[in-house]
T-cell receptor
Framework: GAVVSQHPSRVICKSGTSVKIECRSL??????MFWYRQFPKQSLMLMAT?????????EQGVEKDKFLINHASLTLSTLTVTSAHPEDSSFYIC????????????FGPGTRLTVT | DAKTTQPPSMDCAEGRAANLPCNHS???????VYWYRQIHSQGPQYIIH???NNETNEMASLIITEDRKSSTLILPHATLRDTAVYYC??????????FGKGTSLLVTP
């Protein structure tokens, strides 16, 4: 099946710093990518939908100035958590929809962010 | 708003069939039923999806009732590696997946 990678797999940063997470589709083109966040013992919550070449669409309650999303190519989307705080500590997961197979979404392995 | 209802947890003996139910009584005509699973601390994995016909692949079978208000995911011979949270999601093909709480399946030796 199609592969989506995320980098880094885990990151620890200090409060007030910014962290960038990359999401890549390795063997297919993805016009649309999605970013999710998952807190311990909870389900995945959709944060934003990222379309190549255009601005991301954020879900209600997600601050677009804090969670910067860039989708500059058909295989790469990035999520930057700006001025991170301990409450931003979470498991961040991206998914990508295969442009040629619109019904399938493939998920990355996730990035564990810990803000100290 | 939750579009699907699943039992919070289920147990299954290794080697037996695991039948995971899902209610989606408000499903609309153009919405598909998708199943994903998430093993602890990993990204979700696609299992199967269907519109109205029953579907089978190498991982599982999906049985959808004739009125489409409920479905059952069947893992024919569960193994310990099938222990995971299973999510039933209904959506139009063009939209994002919205995850509910899912069913935590524990496969026991």
């Amino acid at each position: 099946g199609a592969v989506v990678s995320q980098h880094p797999s885990r990151v620890i940063c200090k409060s007030g710093t910014s962290v960038k997470i990359e999401c890549r589709s390795l063997d297919f083109q993805a016009t649309t990518m999605f970013w999710y966040r998952q807190f311990p013992k909870q389900s995945l919550m959709l944060m934003a939908t990222s379309n190549e070449g255009s601005k991301a669409t954020y879900e209600q309650g997600v601050e677009k100035d804090k969670f910067l999303i860039n989708h500059a190519s058909l295989t790469l989307s990035t999520l930057t958590v700006t001025s991170a705080h301990p409450e931003d500590s979470s498991f961040y997961i991206c998914s990508a929809r295969d442009t040629d197979v619109s019904y399938e979404q493939y998920f990355g392995p996730g990035t564990r962010l810990t803000v100290t | 708003d939750a579009k699907t209802t699943q039992p919070p947890s289920m147990d299954c003996a290794e080697g037996r069939a695991a039948n995971l139910p899902c209610n989606h009584s408000t499903i609309s005509g153009n919405e598909y039923v998708y199943w994903y699973r998430q093993i602890h601390s990993q990204g979700p994995q696609y299992i199967i999806h269907g519109l109205k016909n029953n579907e089978t692949n190498e991982m599982a079978s999906l049985i959808i009732t004739e009125d489409r208000k409920s479905s059952t995911l069947i893992l024919p011979h569960a193994t310990l590696r099938d222990t995971a949270v299973y999510y039933c999601i209904v959506k139009d093909s063009g939209y994002a997946l919205n995850f509910g709480k899912g069913t935590s399946l524990l496969v026991t030796p």
